[in-house]
């Protein structure tokens, strides 16, 4: 199994919010220059404005679907918010990144007041521009009820970091 493809499982984030998938695109994730690694972790002071998103391909005419969630609100042991949506990006070009999509959803930084919050940046292909649109609400979105709505088939990509309010210490238990 490939590395990243282990994280996302050894963190649960396939299980929890995608099924098993096969990356076929690259994305990169990265706030003030820190490359988002899977399991790596990050303060809410490090995560307040929106990251870089950077995606991989080779055809500009294929367009993308960035989606951000907390499957661990409003705390990991009581996630009855699950999943939390924070970021929503659509009609992003293939080989640029979030900057040129479109924001249907706004940014809303982490601020997690209890445990550790796994934040999870899944990438969809869309089957064209102008194909997706915003869900109604934040709390209780559903990554694969949303890529089923919107005919987009399996995550191309993902990757997740935990985050825990700033005085927090520790790694996630077990």
Known sequence: MPRDRKSLVVGRVIGDVL??????????????????????EL????????????????????????VMVDPDAPSPSDPNLRE??????????ATTGAQFGQEIVCYESPRP?????????????QLGRQTVYAPGWRQNFNTKDFAELYNLGSPVAAVYF???????????RR
């Open 19 to 40: 099924d098993s998938f096969t990356k076929s695109i690259n994305l990169s994730v990265s706030y003030n220059d820190r490359e988002v690694a899977n399991g790596c």
């Open 43 to 66: 303060k809410p002071s490090k995560v307040v404005n929106q990251p870089r998103v950077d995606i991989g391909g080779d055809d500009m005419r294929a367009f993308h679907t960035l």
């Open 84 to 93: 939390y949506l924070h970021w929503l990006v659509t009609d992003i070009p």
């Open 113 to 125: 007041s209890m445990g550790i919050h796994r934040m999870v940046f899944v990438l969809f292909r």
């Open 162 to 172: 935990n985050c825990q309010r700033e005085s927090g210490f520790g790694g996630r």
